[in-house]
């Protein structure tokens, strides 16, 4: 499993650790990454991901899940949440439609 945020690709920095006496070694700054099932609206399911606290933050910030997902660019999204948000474009393309009849 990668060390990598599902919605917002932040992933592993490295640096350095930088002693007393100035001496500098390696080391990794590790995204703070947390499992959540988020609740889809558009699909009606429970969706697991692993997402750093921050994208918490803004998933909460732009109201949901889907709301995200619509203003995310599929570039910076994981597979399983591209596929996610085609999914959930797809299910509210289909909306308007069913709605109509």
């Not at 918490?56 to 949901?64: F, I, N, T, Y």
């Amino acid at each position: 499993m990668s060390r990598r945020c599902e919605l917002t690709a932040k992933g592993v920095q490295t640096g350095h650790k930088v002693s007393h006496s100035n001496i500098k070694t390696k080391r990794r700054f590790l995204p703070n990454l947390v499992n959540v099932t988020f609740l889809s609206d558009a699909l009606g399911r429970p969706v697991r991901l692993r997402v750093s606290t921050n994208a918490l933050k803004s998933v909460d910030h732009r109201g949901g899940l889907d709301a995200f997902l619509a203003k995310a660019s599929i570039a910076e999204l994981s597979p399983k949440a591209a596929e996610l948000k085609r999914a959930i474009a797809k299910k509210k393309a289909g909306e308007p439609a069913a709605a109509a009849s």
